[in-house]
């Protein structure tokens, strides 16, 4: 499967975005899917993730309560809506499909990732 991650940009402190990642060579509807980012200098962290029906979702502590995950198994797409952006939110973020159909927050239980895309939060 091939995962294509799109939407991000620069906003301000504050602002919104919304990331789209969406899958082709097959369904992804039997899978859990993550959100994961990078930041200069830092390693890889998980950020969201929902399991294959878009019933159960999990998130990272620093972004609870400003992103929501969401899928739409129909566009074979998932979503990361993002509020009230931070400066410290500017990294490269990355969907990536899971091996199973849970939620999951290790990159251990993820096997198919898109290339990414850069989101930059002005202060």
């Known amino acids: 499967v091939q995962l294509q991650a799109c939407g991000g940009g620069l906003v301000r402190a504050g602002g919104s975005l919304r990331l789209s990642c969406a899958a082709s060579?097959?369904?992804?509807?039997?899978?859990?899917m993550g959100w994961f980012r990078r930041a200069p200098g830092k390693e890889r962290e998980f950020v969201a993730a929902?399991?294959?029906?878009?019933?159960?979702?999990y998130y990272a502590d620093s972004v609870k309560g400003r992103f929501t995950i969401s899928r739409d198994n129909r566009k074979n797409t998932v979503y990361l809506r993002m509020n009230s952006l931070k400066p410290e939110d500017t990294a490269v973020y990355y969907c990536?499909?899971?091996?199973?159909?849970?939620?999951?927050?290790?990159?251990?239980?993820?096997?198919?990732w898109g290339q990414g895309t850069q989101v930059t939060v002005s202060s």
């Open positions: 990536a499909a899971a091996r199973g159909s849970s939620y999951y927050i290790s990159n251990a239980n993820y096997n198919y």
């Open positions: 060579g097959r369904t992804i509807s039997n899978n859990g």
């Open positions: 929902v399991n294959w029906s878009g019933g159960s979702t």
